[in-house]
């Protein structure tokens, strides 16, 4: 019994020294990048460079001494891959470059903080569980919010990724479906997609209800099921309406400005379009992911040309879904079943 105890006593003794080692030894992160054996790019019909491959991010890895990493891994079972991409779905960038990924393999949502080499792997929410994160967002003051769509709510986390609060219903109405998010520094709001709804909701930072708007149809300004939407530098909101294949188009107050698309399988058409952005030149991208590519509209939504194909390589897509576009006009990708987040440069028409 007493030789039990010595024994007993040597492994807490063991384990808390490796406890202090790894205390000891600050955990720094960075990303798994991926650079592809081209950099490919894409040109306009007047053949200028508009678009090129710069990197893609696989996952996210643990730096410093490989002794504190494998004892780390050794004690508390924590394994590299577990940091992995599995199925990113969306993707937003804040003002500081730091990066949040929703992943539905997770179920998780990946926040990276550079300037902090920080990696935070948000799986849980308060009591909650997340199921199936599907949209992120943040504000200016680096606030995190993710869409679950089976858990019918919204989730408010910290600069530093810790819970703040929930978001369930909006107004009277409880969020049945939501998915897309979007924040706007013009009006300080967040507008988040209810697709089983057809239903766009604005709340203030802080949770409270401001106004919704849409209704289910397919005529000027009703919804079919809408699923992403971004708030655009010219101050209006885009709005996929997938099951009636088309971006609508509305200010902030929820005024239908004006629609462009249709189904077909040509090019400018939809099959199942998903995320979108707007560049500063009021170019707007949208994800088709049927398509595997992102087609290009002017701001009227004349069809431009197109980024990308099926296929694994750079520049190459497997059923993509999520876009964003950050302040250095980079373009951010999920692409989806080839478990990664694809990074493109915006060029401004280089011969």
């Given amino acids: 019994m007493l030789s039990m105890l010595k024994k007993f006593a040597c492994l807490i003794a063991g384990l808390s020294a490796v406890s202090i080692l790894c205390a000891g030894c600050a955990s720094k992160w960075s990303l798994y990048l ?91 929410a308060g009591k909650d569980t997340l199921l199936t994160p599907v949209g992120v967002a943040f504000d200016d003051a680096s606030r995190l919010y993710v869409s679950d769509s089976t858990n019918h709510a919204i989730y408010v986390f910290g600069p530093a990724g810790e819970y703040l609060f929930t978001l369930k219903n909006a107004g009277n109405e409880p969020l049945q479906r939501p998915t897309g998010l979007a924040f706007s520094p013009r009006t300080k709001a967040l507008y988040a ?100 590519n992102i087609q290009l509209f002017d701001r009227s939504g004349a069809f431009l040309f197109t980024i990308g194909g099926r296929g694994y390589g750079a520049g190459e897509f497997s059923m993509p879904s999520g876009l964003f576009l950050d302040r250095r006009e980079r373009l951010y990708v999920c692409d989806t079943y080839n478990q990664r987040v694809q990074i493109f440069q915006l060029l401004r028409g280089e011969k």
């Fill in 34 to 124: 991926e650079a592809g054996n081209a950099a490919p790019q894409w040109r306009d019909d007047s053949d200028r460079s508009r678009a090129a491959y710069v990197e893609s991010i696989r996952g996210f890895k643990e730096t410093g001494t490989s002794t504190s990493n494998l004892l780390r891994y050794l004690v508390f079972g924590r394994r590299p891959e577990d940091n992995a991409i599995i199925r990113p779905v969306a993707t937003a960038v804040g003002n500081d470059d730091r990066i949040a990924i929703a992943d539905t393999g997770g179920p998780c949502v990946h926040l990276y903080i550079p300037s902090e080499y920080r990696y935070v792997k948000i799986s849980q």
């Fill in 193 to 292: 997609v209810d697709t089983v709804a057809n239903r766009v909701h604005a709340f203030t930072t802080q949770g409270e209800f401001l106004s919704s708007f849409g209704e289910p149809g397919s005529d000027k300004g009703q919804l079919n099921y809408p699923t992403h939407i971004v708030a655009a530098a010219d101050g209006n909101l885009y709005v996929i309406d997938s099951m009636n294949f088309r971006v609508q188009v509305f200010s902030t107050g929820g005024a239908f400005l004006f629609s462009f698309g249709h189904h077909g399988n040509g090019s400018g058409d939809f099959a199942m379009p998903k995320g979108l952005v707007v560049d500063g030149q009021s170019v707007i991208y949208v994800v088709d992911t049927l398509f595997d």
